[in-house]
């Protein structure tokens, strides 16, 4: 059997909810888990698939076995009018295979996302993310108010999960508060899995 791992999973059009993804993924392997990054493609008006086989750059396209034996997830989209992007739900709503069969039942989830504007729906985004990880059994996992960056964020953060606030064009950076937010959520998430492995072994 293959070591744990914690899947990275997001959408990202402009490159900031890709760049979330890589510090949770900092702060997963900071807890001594390996980080799997993964994306999907985008889709259509007709909501298909329109991409490459293999993306041109970044973390390569997200595969039901990469979500059925992943030991948590984290999972991360830029927010479209409050909630999570197309080609996001679009992979999620192709899930119910693993929905029968209880694939991720018990296992820790986390979501992540990015918003042009401060006030720009970051926490109605995360929390309709949620969703789906409730109707597959997961553990939700938060950021607790003992991250002190959550009381003296400017930009993003919530208690619901971690967030950025990109900027009208998408280019603006993560801030140290952000980037502490992100780490802490994916060291968090490794931890509560590690711990579930060893009681399952």
Aim: hydrophobic share 40%.
């Amino acid at each position: 059997m293959s070591a744990p791992y914690i899947l990275v999973l997001y959408y990202s059009r402009h490159g900031a909810t890709a760049e979330m993804a890589r510090q949770i993924a900092r702060g997963v392997e900071r807890a001594g888990l390996e980080a799997r990054l993964r994306t999907v493609p985008a889709v259509s008006t007709e909501c298909e698939a329109v991409a490459p086989a293999i993306p041109d750059s970044g973390a390569l396209y997200v595969t039901q076995d990469d979500l059925r034996h992943c030991a948590g997830l984290a999972l991360g989209s830029p927010t479209r009018f409050g909630n999570m992007a197309a080609p996001l739900k679009y992979f999620l709503d192709g899930t119910s295979n693993l929905w029968l069969t209880g694939e991720l039942v018990g296992k820790p989830g986390a979501v992540f996302t990015s918003t042009s504007s401060l006030h720009g729906g970051q926490e109605s985004t995360l929390l309709s993310m949620l969703l789906p990880l409730l109707h597959h059994g997961m553990l939700l996992m938060g950021l607790p108010y003992s991250e002190s960056a959550l009381l003296e964020t400017r930009g993003g953060g919530t208690p619901y999960g971690a967030s950025h606030f990109a900027g009208a064009d998408g280019k603006r950076p993560l801030d140290e508060h952000e980037i502490t937010l992100c780490r802490a959520l994916g060291e968090r998430l490794a931890r509560t899995a590690s711990m579930l492995e060893t009681s399952r072994g």
